[in-house]
């Protein structure tokens, strides 16, 4: 059984900073891409940045230059730190992980963490 759990979300300020972090838990051989993605009411969901197990990274265009995408290969963990908040980037923002089970791959979610940017 594998686990995605994230923490880190709540209300920040436009401008301010947030930290999200995912730690994946189960029984596997290893954790392939990582990533975040965000879905705000009435939209759909979109990628937001994803991290290879090398450390390749991508980004939406929206936060190009304002968040950063990191992990850590032996905690199994990402983390998604968020700067120069926008109130646009209001959503619920989901962990996302491609799991190694040495014969197969599976696409793995959190259950998501809610980030409102308001004053």
């Known amino acids: 059984q594998v686990q995605l759990v994230e923490s880190g979300g709540g209300l920040v300020q436009p401008g301010g900073s947030l930290r999200l972090s995912c730690a994946a838990s189960?029984?596997?051989?290893?954790?392939?891409?990582m990533g975040w993605y965000r879905q705000a009411p009435g939209e759909q969901r979109e990628m937001v940045a994803r991290?290879?197990?090398?450390?390749?990274?991508s980004y939406a265009e929206a936060v190009k230059g304002r968040f950063t995408i990191s992990r850590d290969n032996a905690k199994n963990t990402v983390h998604l730190q968020m700067d120069s908040v926008r109130p646009e980037d209001t959503a619920v923002y989901y962990c996302?992980?491609?799991?190694?089970?040495?014969?197969?791959?599976?696409?793995?979610w959190g259950r998501g963490t809610q980030v409102t940017v308001s004053s």
């Open positions: 996302y992980a491609n799991i190694d089970f040495e014969v197969s791959y599976t696409d793995y």
């Open positions: 991290i290879t197990r090398g450390r390749r990274l």
């Open positions: 189960g029984s596997f051989f290893s954790v392939n891409d």
